[in-house]
């Protein structure tokens, strides 16, 4: 069973702070994706990465997929707590079999 | 964007009882569906994949006859938890997939989730 593994897995910091989640698998995904899961629902889907090094942007969140398409990194610039919740990413075997990352939960304290 | 819907969204029942959940793909077909468990504070697990009309694949450790999963038209998946106990206690949720060009990452939406609370 490949396992993604993501770290930290707990994160609680200031508002304001920046901080990076990061994704890994020592296997090769076609495609990568992260969420953000709110307590008691689904998870909703940030974005979506595809090529080796591609690196996309959603306001203050930066994801960069890494060039083997094995990880990928989640950065958040002056967080707040909006921002706050369950983060995972998820890898993408063919096109459409998922396998969940172990999560990252972000606390960003006002 | 495509809706996903489940019900119930919580349920309570005894240890021993059958409880189901529904999956339903508000304004798109799909072709597939698919069933998670997350246990609190932890990631979601891939439990089935459901393909309209014809039988669930069920991932390794996952038991078919506990967890029954129905496909039965495009826009429904149901998931049959039999004889729950304590232990089936969790949040599943559903998620569905779009029809999509062959070769090309599909989008899977996410239902709202299901929480089950066995006694």
């Known amino acids: 069973t490949q396992l993604l593994e993501q770290s930290p897995q707990f994160l609680s910091i200031q508002e304001g702070e920046n901080l990076t989640v990061y994704c890994n698998s020592s296997?090769?995904?076609?495609?990568l994706q992260w969420y953000r899961q709110e307590p008691g629902e689904g998870p909703v889907l940030l974005v979506t990465?595809?090529?080796?090094?591609e690196v996309k942007k959603l306001k203050r969140l930066t994801f960069q997929f890494g060039d083997a398409r094995k990880d990928s990194s989640l950065h958040i610039t002056a967080a707040q707590p909006g921002d706050t919740g369950l983060y995972l990413c998820?890898?993408?075997?063919?096109?459409?079999?998922?396998?969940f990352g172990t999560g990252t939960r972000l606390k960003v304290l006002a | 964007g495509a809706v996903v819907s489940q019900h119930p969204s919580r349920v309570i029942c005894k240890s021993g009882t059958s409880v189901k959940i529904e999956c339903r793909s508000l304004?798109?077909?799909?072709?597939?569906m698919f069933w998670y468990r997350q246990f609190p504070k932890q990631s979601l697990m891939l439990m089935a994949t459901?393909?309209?009309?014809?039988?669930?694949?069920?991932e390794q450790g996952v038991e078919k006859d506990k967890f029954l999963i129905n496909h039965a038209s495009l826009t429904l998946s149901t998931l049959t938890v039999t004889s729950a106990h304590p232990e089936d206690s969790s949040f599943y949720i559903c998620?569905?997939?779009?029809?999509?060009?062959?070769?090309?990452?599909?989008?899977?939406?996410f239902g709202p989730g299901t929480r089950l609370t066995v006694l």
């Open positions: 998620s569905a997939r779009t029809r999509g060009r062959i070769g090309v990452t599909d989008t899977q939406y």
């Open positions: 296997s090769v995904f076609s495609s």
């Open positions: 990465v595809v090529t080796g090094g």
């Open positions: 998820a890898g993408i075997e063919g096109t459409y079999k998922y396998i």
């Open positions: 304004d798109f077909q799909a072709t597939t």
């Open positions: 459901s393909n309209e009309g014809s039988k669930a694949t069920y």
